[in-house]
């Protein structure tokens, strides 16, 4: 399942903060600040759809993460080479490094991680 635009920026502070309560949240946001009942839709959804749960602590809830953050974005980025690039992430790496104009550096530090991970998947 996806979040919405508005409940990945929420996911965002979420992950970021681990456990956190509706008055942080709103206090995080810039001005002019969402109203409460807003937030709390989002929320609601978000523990519809399995990705926050939360701990009643008196009057109040404390919201936390049930899904990781690279677990998330895994599957998503998962989505865009199955959908984008033919299920081959070949092709998606090939794109990222000529669409993202990378650096000299940047690409030496990407060959870098690749060339780990082969030494890893040879052991």
Known sequence: MQLSKAEEQLMEFIWKEEKTFLKNIIDHYPEPKPAATTIATLLKRMQKK?????????????????????????????GIIKTYFNNSALQFASFFTK?????????????????????????
């Open 50 to 78: 399995g990705f926050v749960g939360y701990t009643l602590m008196g009057n109040s809830r404390q919201y936390y993460p049930l899904v990781k953050k690279t677990d998330y974005f895994s599957k998503h980025v998962n």
């Open 99 to 123: 669409a993202t104009n990378l650096t000299t550096a940047q690409l030496e530090s990407l060959k870098k991680i690749v060339n780990q991970e082969i030494k890893n998947k040879k052991k």
